[in-house]
């Protein structure tokens, strides 16, 4: 299984990105796909996930600005991230796997892209 993450960037605060992570290797649609985060200095955190019928989750912090959506046929998962702010400001992962039990811990996953940098200047 591999995964490649894409998108990031520089914006500035109040702006938009839209980070992709496209599978190969793999039957996409059985999977369940999580978005996780690490900023400098900081320990990784979950952002969001897409389980293999659709159902999504939020951290806190980025309900109601980012959207999670997957396109199977594609292989491809995004996360539209709005009003963006220099919190946000981490590099960001996908990562894949098939039997998630908690999909917000990143020890469920075993398939990981190599991240992708986001930087939301002020």
């Given at each position: 299984?591999?995964?490649?993450?894409?998108?990031?960037?520089?914006?500035?605060?109040?702006?938009?990105?839209?980070?992709?992570?496209?599978?190969?290797?793999?039957?996409?649609?059985?999977?369940?796909?999580?978005?996780?985060?690490?900023?400098?200095?900081?320990?990784?955190?979950?952002?969001?996930?897409?389980?293999?019928?659709?159902?999504?989750?939020?951290?806190?912090s980025?309900?109601?600005?980012?959207?999670?959506?997957?396109?199977?046929?594609?292989?491809m998962?995004?996360?539209?991230?709005?009003?963006?702010?220099?919190?946000?400001?981490a590099?960001?992962?996908?990562?894949a796997?098939?039997?998630?039990?908690?999909?917000?811990?990143?020890?469920?996953?075993?398939y990981?892209?190599?991240?992708?940098?986001?930087?939301?200047?002020?």
């Amino acid at each position: 299984v591999q995964l490649q993450a894409s998108g990031g960037g520089l914006v500035q605060a109040g702006g938009s990105l839209r980070l992709s992570c496209e599978a190969s290797g793999v039957t996409f649609a059985y999977y369940t796909i999580g978005w996780f985060r690490q900023a400098p200095g900081k320990e990784r955190e979950w952002v969001s996930y897409i389980t293999s019928d659709e159902k999504t989750e939020y951290t806190d912090s980025v309900k109601g600005r980012f959207t999670i959506t997957r396109d199977n046929a594609r292989n491809m998962v995004y996360l539209q991230m709005s009003s963006l702010n220099p919190e946000d400001t981490a590099v960001y992962y996908c990562a894949a796997e098939i039997v998630v039990l908690r999909p917000s811990e990143s020890f469920e996953y075993k398939y990981w892209g190599q991240g992708t940098l986001v930087t939301v200047s002020s």
